[in-house]
């Protein structure tokens, strides 16, 4: 060890905004005591990449030859731990770990549930997966990002319940002010994915506008895989045009979270749901599916926590909300937020990785 700290290597395929790796250059920033590197397959240089969150990391990258490269990076600086994160890191750090002459502690993060959402593919998961579940089974240890994501690896896994630890994603809390709107404006942003509920939300804009309620819907994402002209076209459909308005992925959620007064997420399925908790942070009313990992730290008072199908109830308990110059709207969200303040705060999360490392180099 250097300076008596632990000597982290964090291993990741890409380096492209989404919820583990804003997650992890969030946590980077708030871990004290251990000495961490992070090496990457793909920078992400062409989109929105966590590498300018990174300044205070040594990063190394390798697209080619990049098995080698992260064997000898592993094997020459002599690290106590290598983490890696999503299945092709897992993957390529355990057959390193086999086949290394130095050897070193692997502890694997899982992110999702992968292969089982709506619209994922299953065929890339279905070679590896034995494969990735034997790996995981010889690691020194697992963190599950949520309870849900624990009892998958150990029910349909069959993963050891001894290696796992449950280590939920946190957020910084930072000093805001309440600012009153007039109009009611709802919003939701993820990743254009069929899973994620988009149709839904368009359903309870749908009632709502029947109801003649004066609201404006906001949508902001990055469409991996063309579902955006899909969402199109149920605007379209519901006559929803001068009502919706689309953005681009935005590189500071806040500024999109600034304009809101509810938060509308119906996702069939996550990992953990880091933009809902982001949300809540930024002092926005969040209703979301009652599913797990989301009802782990979405305090569901008032009947914020939902039946994703039931889209006519939703439009109801909306248009509740804004009722009484939004009293509800207001409890929930203070109701809401002092339960993340108590429970999921980054320095939670940082405090828990630390004692999680130190834990699995002294067993």
């Known amino acids: 060890m250097k300076n008596n700290k632990l000597k982290v290597l964090h291993v990741l395929p890409t380096l492209k905004k989404d919820g583990a790796e804003v997650q992890l250059s969030e946590l980077f920033k708030k871990i004290k005591n ?16 966590i590498a300018n969150n990174l300044k205070e990391i040594p990063l190394f990258y390798k697209s080619n030859l990049s098995i080698n490269f992260l064997r000898k990076l592993i094997n020459d600086n002599q690290y106590d731990i290598v983490h890696s994160h999503l299945p092709k890191s897992d993957l390529i750090v355990g057959f390193l770990r086999i086949f290394s002459k ?9 992110h999702a549930q992968y292969g089982t959402r709506d619209g994922e593919s299953k065929f890339k998961y279905f070679f590896t997966n034995k494969i990735w579940k034997y790996i995981l089974n010889n690691s020194d240890g697992v963190i599950a990002i949520s309870n849900k994501i ?3 690896l150990v029910v349909d896994k069959k993963i050891n319940s001894k290696k796992i630890d449950t280590i939920h994603y946190g957020v910084e809390m930072k000093t805001r002010s309440l600012v009153e709107k007039e109009s009611l404006t709802i919003g939701m942003a993820a990743r254009i994915l069929p899973w994620k509920g988009w149709d839904k939300v368009l359903k309870v804009a749908h009632s709502l506008s029947k109801k003649n309620i004066n609201f404006k819907l906001l949508l902001a994402g990055s469409d991996d895989e063309g579902y955006l002209s899909t969402i199109k076209k149920l605007i379209s459909d519901y006559h929803l045009s001068d009502i919706v308005e689309i953005r681009n992925h935005y590189e500071n959620i806040d500024n999109f979270f600034e304009e809101l007064d509810l938060f509308l997420f119906l996702s069939s399925s996550e990992g953990f749901g880091l933009v809902v908790l982001e949300a809540i942070e930024n002092n926005v009313t969040v209703i979301c599916s009652d599913i797990s990992p989301l009802n782990e730290f979405v305090n569901g008072t008032e009947g914020s926590l939902v039946n994703r199908e039931n889209t006519e109830h939703i439009a109801d308990l909306v248009e509740k909300y804004a009722s009484d110059n939004k009293f509800l709207l207001k409890k929930v969200q203070r ?11 980054i320095e939670i999360s940082a405090d828990k990785i630390e004692k999680f490392y130190i834990n699995t180099i002294n067993v």
């Open 150 to 152: 624990n009892n998958w």
């Open 102 to 110: 130095r050897k070193f502690s692997h502890v694997i993060s899982v």
């Open 34 to 49: 251990i000495d961490i590197h992070l090496f990457t397959f793909d920078l992400y240089e062409e989109g929105d990449s």
């Open 335 to 345: 109701e809401q937020k002092q339960f993340v303040i108590d429970n999921f705060t």
